[in-house]
């Protein structure tokens, strides 16, 4: 019905900078709001980064200044540029998004994540 497909995670050295993209396709009727989350091992889910439908975007502290979130409504494509990256940035990346089936009819979705490792 709905998937969410994440690419560009990988290896890089701290300071080095990445570009996560997610693209969402299926039969949909509108994306609301967008948003990574990223999980390391042995630690909860935590919400980085979100973006309204309107581009209002927030962070969580720990990357404010250095990740930028963008949506292009047009690709129904959400990105994460990831910039002065540190060690403890690695972790797996999800995108989640809410869309709109119908009118009416809604459901949260999952991609089912892109690696990020931060090493020298």
């Known amino acids: 019905q709905v998937q969410l497909v994440e690419s560009g995670g990988g290896l890089v050295q701290p300071g080095g900078s990445l570009r996560l993209s997610c693209a969402a396709s299926g039969r949909i009727f509108s994306i609301h709001d967008m948003a990574w989350y990223r999980q390391a091992p042995g630690k909860e889910r935590e919400l980085v980064a979100a973006i309204t439908i309107g581009g209002s975007s927030s962070y969580t502290d720990s990357v404010k200044g250095r990740f930028t979130i963008s949506r292009d409504n047009a690709k129904n494509t959400v990105y994460l540029q990831m910039n002065s990256l540190k060690p403890e940035d690695t972790a797996v990346y999800y995108c989640?998004?809410?869309?709109?089936?119908?009118?009416?009819?809604?459901?949260?979705?999952w991609g089912r994540g892109t690696q990020v490792t931060v090493s020298s």
């Open positions: 989640n998004a809410r869309i709109f089936m119908t009118f009416t009819r809604f459901q949260d979705y």
